[in-house]
Structure formats: C-alpha cells, structure tokens
C-alpha cells in the first residue's frame, strides 16, 4: 500500500524551507509520494533566480519582485537572521557539520520525483509568473489542492 504525503510550504524562511525539503527527501526515500503546494512566501523557495521579469506586470509587481527573495539561497531566517549574519552563521555551522544546503535539498526532492504544486491565487497576488517558477512547478487551484490533500496520509503546513 503507497502512502502519500503532502506539505503546504506557506513559510519564505530558509529554516522552515529547509525542514520541509528534509521531510519530502526523507518520505521519498521511504517510498511514500509525496506533493508539495506552495502559497504566498512559500513561493519564493521555488522561483528561480536566473528567470525574473518585468514583463506584463504592474509598477507594484515589479517592485514587490525586485524586494522579494528570488530563489532558496535569498530567503531570510525566521529567527535571529540579524540582517543576515545569523544565517550567515547557520549556513557555516551547515558546512562545518558537513550538511547540504537548501539548494541542495530542494535539488534532491526534485531529482527524486516530489511534486511541487504552486497556488494560482498567490502566483497572481504576488505578481509572479509561471515562468519565473522552476519548471516542475505546476500551478493549481486551492480546490485542486484540496483534493490532492484530502488523498494524503499526512498533511504538512509549514
């Protein structure tokens, strides 16, 4: 029997970020299938950095992209992030205990088939565009979420 996980990513926070792509690598390797949906400041683990526009978006989504973290490595800590220097200290704290980075992890998930979902009304609240997305990510509906959670085993919300 194939169980099924599904993590809604709502946190922009490179800890919170990082303890959900430990979970969706760890459920993989487990065998168990899992989805990930990202709303609102989850969205940011997935844009990608090399892909932001300004095409066809109003002053306010222009601006609010350019403020924004613009992939995994930009997000901020939820706490003690000190302007920087407490991530800055984490992620040395990370290579000296010899431990993958963010990227990593969310390379990892993506190399091992987890499904990465995007909420439609948040892409369109922030001004984003799928493009700017990686491109596994599928945008869809909360209802289409909703199903897709209703059919899990475990449910997430980080």
């Known amino acids: 029997m194939n169980k099924k996980m599904n993590l809604l990513v709502f946190s922009g926070d490179y800890d919170k970020a990082l303890a959900a792509l430990i979970l969706a ?15 609102f400041w989850g ?3 997935v844009r990608d950095p090399g892909k932001g ?6 002053v306010f989504e222009q601006m ?13 800590l939820s706490r003690m992030n000190m302007i920087g220097l407490g991530k800055q200290m984490l992620l040395e704290m990370m290579e000296d205990d010899k ?6 992890f969310l390379n990892g998930a993506r190399k091992k088939g ?3 979902y ?16 990686l491109p596994e990510v599928q945008i869809i509906t909360a209802k289409e979420y909703l199903a897709d959670a209703l059919e899990s085993d475990m449910q997430l919300f980080i």
């Open 25 to 39: 690598n760890s459920a993989r390797e487990l065998d168990v299938e899992v989805t990930m949906f990202f709303a």
């Open 43 to 45: 969205l940011c683990l």
């Open 53 to 58: 526009t300004s095409e066809d978006k109003t």
């Open 64 to 76: 609010f992209g350019l403020v924004t973290p613009k992939g995994p490595e930009e997000l901020p």
């Open 99 to 104: 431990t993958p980075s963010l990227t990593d």
């Open 114 to 116: 987890v499904k990465f």
């Open 118 to 133: 995007g909420c439609k009304l948040s892409v369109d609240v922030m001004g984003l565009k799928e493009e700017e997305l």
